[in-house]
């Protein structure tokens, strides 16, 4: 059987702009870290949705988000960024915190 050229080329960009329109959905938040504070301190998500944290170290030393409870964890470089996709959480509190600042650095997301 022999494929036409143009429609896979057709059916190629349509998947493509499937999956872009699809990543560009995913809800996006922000938590900046800065020397052993994390702002905000509390980020609110839908429930039951995935959703992307933007992770930004605005600060001079090094700083790891972790959860124990959901089980992420990423260090930053001073000035450097990068992300998490989480998996729908259920309603709840989740807790986060910086695991080089743990008494300063702490917040929660909190899924409604």
Do not use: C, W
Request: aromatic content about 8%.
């Amino acid at each position: 059987m022999q494929i036409r050229p143009r429609l896979l080329s057709t059916a190629t960009a349509l998947l493509l702009a499937a999956g872009a329109a699809h990543a560009q959905a995913l809800p996006t938040f922000r938590l900046e870290m800065n020397n052993g504070i994390f702002n905000p301190t509390e980020i609110v998500v839908p429930a039951n949705t995935r959703f992307k944290l933007e992770l930004h170290n605005t600060g001079t030393q090094a700083e790891e988000f972790e959860s124990l409870e959901l089980k992420k964890e990423k260090v930053l470089a001073p000035g450097a960024s990068s992300f998490q996709v989480f998996a729908p959480l259920k309603p709840g509190r989740y807790r986060f915190f910086g695991e080089f600042h743990p008494d300063t650095a702490q917040g929660h997301i909190v899924a409604r």
